[in-house]
Protein backbone atom coordinates (compact mmCIF):
# COMPACT_ATOMS: atom_id res chain seq x y z
CA UNK A 1 0.00 0.00 0.00
CA UNK A 2 2.76 2.41 0.57
CA UNK A 3 4.80 1.97 -2.24
CA UNK A 4 0.99 2.73 -4.12
CA UNK A 5 1.06 5.68 -1.88
CA UNK A 6 4.38 7.00 -2.41
CA UNK A 7 5.02 7.00 -6.53
CA UNK A 8 4.90 9.77 -8.10
CA UNK A 9 3.80 7.99 -11.32
CA UNK A 10 2.62 4.50 -11.95
CA UNK A 11 4.10 2.43 -8.79
CA UNK A 12 6.42 -0.20 -9.71
CA UNK A 13 6.75 -2.67 -7.50
CA UNK A 14 8.62 -5.65 -7.48
CA UNK A 15 8.05 -9.32 -4.86
CA UNK A 16 10.55 -11.56 -4.92
CA UNK A 17 11.15 -14.79 -2.79
CA UNK A 18 14.26 -16.98 -2.54
CA UNK A 19 15.64 -19.30 0.00
CA UNK A 20 19.16 -18.42 1.84
CA UNK A 21 21.27 -20.41 4.43
CA UNK A 22 18.20 -21.73 5.72
CA UNK A 23 16.04 -18.65 5.64
CA UNK A 24 12.74 -17.58 3.30
CA UNK A 25 13.61 -14.25 2.45
CA UNK A 26 10.72 -11.69 0.81
CA UNK A 27 11.67 -8.54 -0.86
CA UNK A 28 9.22 -5.82 -2.08
CA UNK A 29 10.96 -3.40 -3.77
CA UNK A 30 9.66 -0.04 -5.52
CA UNK A 31 10.75 2.92 -7.35
CA UNK A 32 9.16 5.68 -5.22
CA UNK A 33 10.05 8.81 -3.99
CA UNK A 34 12.61 6.41 -1.34
CA UNK A 35 13.55 8.27 2.24
CA UNK A 36 16.45 9.47 3.90
CA UNK A 37 18.55 7.58 6.55
CA UNK A 38 16.66 9.72 9.66
CA UNK A 39 13.61 8.38 8.11
CA UNK A 40 14.49 5.00 7.92
CA UNK A 41 15.19 4.88 11.14
CA UNK A 42 11.33 5.81 12.58
CA UNK A 43 9.27 3.94 9.98
CA UNK A 44 8.33 1.13 12.05
CA UNK A 45 7.57 3.49 14.82
CA UNK A 46 3.78 3.01 15.99
CA UNK A 47 1.70 6.31 14.62
CA UNK A 48 5.43 7.52 12.72
CA UNK A 49 4.42 9.32 9.08
CA UNK A 50 6.93 10.58 6.64
CA UNK A 51 6.55 14.34 7.04
CA UNK A 52 5.03 16.02 3.86
CA UNK A 53 5.35 19.54 4.69
CA UNK A 54 1.53 21.15 4.57
CA UNK A 55 0.62 18.55 1.89
CA UNK A 56 -1.48 15.68 3.29
CA UNK A 57 -2.45 14.29 -0.35
CA UNK A 58 -1.28 10.62 1.46
CA UNK A 59 -4.01 8.89 3.85
CA UNK A 60 -3.17 6.90 7.11
CA UNK A 61 -2.22 6.93 10.13
CA UNK A 62 1.09 5.59 10.34
CA UNK A 63 0.32 2.00 11.53
CA UNK A 64 1.02 -0.01 8.45
CA UNK A 65 4.89 -0.65 8.89
CA UNK A 66 4.17 -0.85 12.87
CA UNK A 67 2.34 -3.83 12.72
CA UNK A 68 4.22 -5.45 9.77
CA UNK A 69 6.99 -5.03 12.12
CA UNK A 70 4.76 -6.88 15.04
CA UNK A 71 4.01 -9.55 12.97
CA UNK A 72 7.46 -10.10 11.58
CA UNK A 73 9.10 -10.71 15.26
CA UNK A 74 6.38 -12.85 16.52
CA UNK A 75 6.96 -15.08 13.91
CA UNK A 76 10.87 -14.99 14.70
CA UNK A 77 12.01 -13.18 11.81
CA UNK A 78 13.92 -9.75 10.70
CA UNK A 79 12.25 -6.55 8.45
CA UNK A 80 15.29 -4.44 7.41
CA UNK A 81 14.91 -1.37 4.70
CA UNK A 82 17.10 -0.45 2.43
CA UNK A 83 15.84 3.18 0.55
CA UNK A 84 17.47 6.23 -1.54
CA UNK A 85 15.35 9.54 -1.61
CA UNK A 86 13.87 10.10 -5.20
CA UNK A 87 15.06 6.37 -5.79
CA UNK A 88 12.71 4.17 -4.06
CA UNK A 89 12.75 1.49 -1.76
CA UNK A 90 13.39 -2.39 -0.60
CA UNK A 91 11.74 -4.44 2.29
CA UNK A 92 13.29 -7.44 3.33
CA UNK A 93 11.75 -9.90 5.07
CA UNK A 94 13.65 -12.78 6.60
CA UNK A 95 12.36 -15.91 8.17
CA UNK A 96 14.40 -19.07 9.19
CA UNK A 97 13.05 -22.34 8.08
CA UNK A 98 12.19 -24.65 10.75
Known amino acids: DNAIKYSED ?3 ITISTYNKNGHVV ?4 DKGIGMGRDQQAK ?3 QFYRIPTGNVHNVKGFGL ?3 Y ?3 IVK ?4 TIAVKSEKDRGSEFELK ?3 V
Open 10 to 12: VPQ
Open 74 to 77: RLNG
Open 95 to 97: FSV
Open 68 to 70: VNT
Open 64 to 66: GLS
Open 43 to 45: IFE
Open 26 to 29: IKVA
